[in-house]
């Protein structure tokens, strides 16, 4: 069974446009999280969501918005797509309890944008 | 806000040599920090973690060690294998106020193992 799910897990498409990612975990974790890797490898926190709280990397656009229907699922979504908004998009997530708590990455979606 | 450190960008050993990769970071309240391994076009896997309470954690051929003093952890693969090529981050966690639990990565560490 796979621990942390992300579809689809490759997007194209055309700049100026909107596109979802979903995530779903079926660990039973209550944090989950967003995070872009870039060109160069780098891994980047966008997003943490609990139940409770959202905290938002202040660099990341607002074009970008997480939804959460329920604690096992934390959706990407993103508008008016531009250029350097490819890179691949892992979704993640662990138990709450403040810093300390390993983290469990989906396989990644690779948005490209044309 | 938490910055971490990693080096080096790129390492080639041969196999069964040993394989050292440092990191640093800039926040004193970190409290936890994960290596992760990323192999091509994979999902980042956490191969070992420690935590501040601790100065050292082995895993068979895998052992971290941390120095909170000087505000630096180390990852050190033994009898390295061709399979162990890959990336491999460091990353420490926030341990307080609204952000903790979000990992800071390093900019990771490309390890080479030649047969």
């Known amino acids: 069974d796979t621990a942390v799910s992300q579809t689809p897990k490759y997007l194209v498409t055309q700049m100026g446009n909107d596109k979802s990612i979903k995530c779903e975990q079926n660990?039973?974790?209550?944090?989950m999280y967003w995070y872009k890797q870039d060109s160069k490898k780098f891994l980047k926190i966008m997003f943490s969501?609990?139940?409770?709280?959202?905290?938002i990397n202040e660099t990341v656009p607002n074009r970008f918005s997480p939804k959460s229907p329920d604690k096992a699922h934390l959706n990407l979504h993103i508008n008016s797509l531009e250029l350097g908004d490819s890179a691949v998009y892992f979704c993640?997530?662990?138990?709450?309890?403040?810093?300390?708590?390993?983290?469990?990455f989906g396989d990644g979606t690779r948005l490209s944008i044309l | 806000g938490e910055n971490v450190e990693q080096h080096p960008s790129t390492l080639s050993v041969q196999e069964g040599d040993s394989a050292v990769i440092k990191c640093t970071y800039s926040?004193?309240?970190?409290?936890?920090f994960p290596w992760y391994k990323q192999e091509l076009g994979k999902r980042p896997q956490l191969i070992i973690d420690?935590?501040?309470?601790?100065g050292e954690k082995k895993d068979q051929r895998i052992a971290v060690t941390l120095n909170k003093t000087a505000k630096h952890f180390s990852l050190h693969i033994t009898e390295t294998q061709p399979e162990d090529s890959a990336v491999y981050f460091c990353?420490?966690?926030?341990?307080?106020?609204?952000?903790?639990?979000?990992?800071?990565f390093g900019k990771g560490t490309k390890l080479s193992v030649k047969p």
């Open positions: 420690i935590r501040s309470n601790v």
């Open positions: 660990l039973g974790h209550d944090t």
């Open positions: 926040d004193s309240a970190s409290n936890y």
């Open positions: 993640a997530s662990s138990q709450a309890g403040g810093g300390g708590q390993p983290q469990h």
């Open positions: 990353a420490a966690s926030i341990g307080y106020g609204g952000s903790q639990g979000n990992l800071i």
């Open positions: 969501y609990n139940n409770k709280e959202l905290i």
